[in-house]
């Protein structure tokens, strides 16, 4: 159960150093914000971006950019909620 | 096997409509937790979440019956027709009202065991279902399966707001006690009827509380995305 709440404060951590960072972030900007390894952040931004929840750039020094999408946008503003039902009912 | 109507006669019709209400408060819940599994892909979201929406329909059914049988109460003439359409919609309704409601509450205790055994899940469906249809009062002895699974969850729930202290965790805590006590009164309805009201009126509060806690959880949302 905890290790659950872990991953959706991980996920919620993740998009939050993409969005403040003007919606288009580094790797390592988002390893440093996401305090996690680097193996373990690449497994998370794969299933992002699988997920539709982020999508991956190129930018002009051909280096890998990530921006929010609409779906990365619509799980911050439910974050609170989803946290909140998942306590409520301690799921 | 018999089948007992525990209604009093002037509460027919009252029942239809708190049993509909029960199923829209448990239809918002169902909603939001189907969008809380696809954005977490959790299990025990979508267990809990299959759990609800199996007594919902459960509430559906048994009132979609229901009005069936007022319908044609009210507009078969001959008695005889009157009588086997009572009890064919009220075999129907109740029974599966049993069925459904009896799985509902179980995969819930099945997501209160945060284990990963469908045996347990299967084992505990099987028994609870064939003890039920074996027995001569189906609807008595699934008030009786259906009052211990919901102590367990009460507890679950009581245990949760003492490891989480807040407001939204005491009105889901409040509210299964309510839905408990309700079914411990639908036990003794086979002898006296008010109980099966009383039942019912235990079961709105649950409910409304269950709305409640809803409110609080949606509210938060909708002040982030004004401001």
Known sequence: MIRKRERLEIIHDILVAIKDKRDTAKPTHILYKSNLSHQMLMEYINELVKKEFIVEKIDKENKKTYSLTQKGFDYLADYESIKSFIESYGL | ???????????????????????????????????????????????????????????????????????????????????????????????????????????????????????????????????????????????????????????????????NRSKKTLIVAIAFIFILLANAHFIFSINHQIFYVIGHILELIAYLFILWNFILVRRYDKKKRKT
Do not use: C
């Not at chain 2, 509430?59 to 009572?86: G, H, P």
């Open chain 2, 1 to 163: 096997m018999l089948l007992p109507y525990f209604s009093p006669g002037w509460f027919f019709g009252y029942d239809i409509i708190l049993e509909l209400l029960f199923a829209v408060a448990l239809l918002f819940i169902v909603i939001f937790a189907h969008k809380v599994y696809k954005t977490t892909t959790q299990r025990s979201v979508q267990i809990f979440g299959i759990g609800l929406t199996l007594m919902m329909i459960s509430y559906i059914v048994q009132s979609i019956f229901n009005i069936l049988t007022i319908y044609e109460l009210q507009n078969n003439i001959s008695f005889l027709s009157k009588a086997q359409y009572y009890l064919i919609f009220q075999f129907l309704g109740t029974y599966s009202h049993i069925i459904l409601m009896n799985i509902g509450l179980v995969l819930i205790l099945y997501m209160t065991f945060k284990v990963e055994n469908i045996k347990i899940l299967l084992t505990i469906l099987a028994v609870s279902l064939f003890a039920i249809f074996t027995y001569d009062f189906p609807f008595y002895l699934f008030t009786v399966f259906a009052t211990i699974y919901l102590v367990f969850i009460s507890l679950y729930f009581i245990k949760n707001y003492i490891n």
